[in-house]
């Protein structure tokens, strides 16, 4: 059985950083795509980024591009988001998944296609 612990979150002031973490077991990270998703209070839940087990690129949401990055270490089974030049539309509860299906590209944006979540992070930012 998969489990997948986020760490990290906190409240920061705009234009701050933070580093999220998330621990696996179960799965090895190198063998399946990882993703970070994030839910804002009264929204749907929204793809953050990934790293697709195929190719190992890396895929993120537009608004976060330049500011966000995904990074895994495959040794400790660990995935990684650092976050620097942070908003105040930011603010949301991040979560770490995987899934049992490969993707690439555009296939690994779908909230559908992971199969296992974290409990999620909070991050807060302030204006």
């Known amino acids: 059985q998969v489990q997948l612990v986020e760490s990290g979150g906190g409240s920061v002031q705009a234009g701050d950083s933070l580093r999220l973490s998330c621990a696996a077991s179960?799965?090895?990270?190198?063998?399946?795509?990882m993703g970070w998703f994030r839910q804002a209070p009264g929204k749907e839940r929204e793809f953050v980024a990934a790293?697709?087990?195929?190719?190992?690129?890396?895929y993120y949401e537009d608004s976060v591009k330049g500011r966000f990055t995904i990074s895994r270490i495959v040794a400790k089974n660990m995935l990684f988001l650092q976050m620097n030049s942070l908003k105040a539309e930011d603010t949301a509860v991040y979560y770490c998944?995987?899934?049992?299906?490969?993707?690439?590209?555009?296939?690994?944006?779908?909230?559908?296609?992971?199969?296992?979540w974290g409990r999620g992070t909070q991050v807060t930012v302030s204006s």
């Open positions: 998944a995987t899934s049992r299906t490969h993707c690439s590209g555009s296939g690994c944006y779908d909230a559908a296609l992971y199969d296992s």
């Open positions: 790293v697709s087990d195929i190719d190992d690129n890396k």
């Open positions: 179960g799965r090895a990270l190198s063998s399946y795509p």
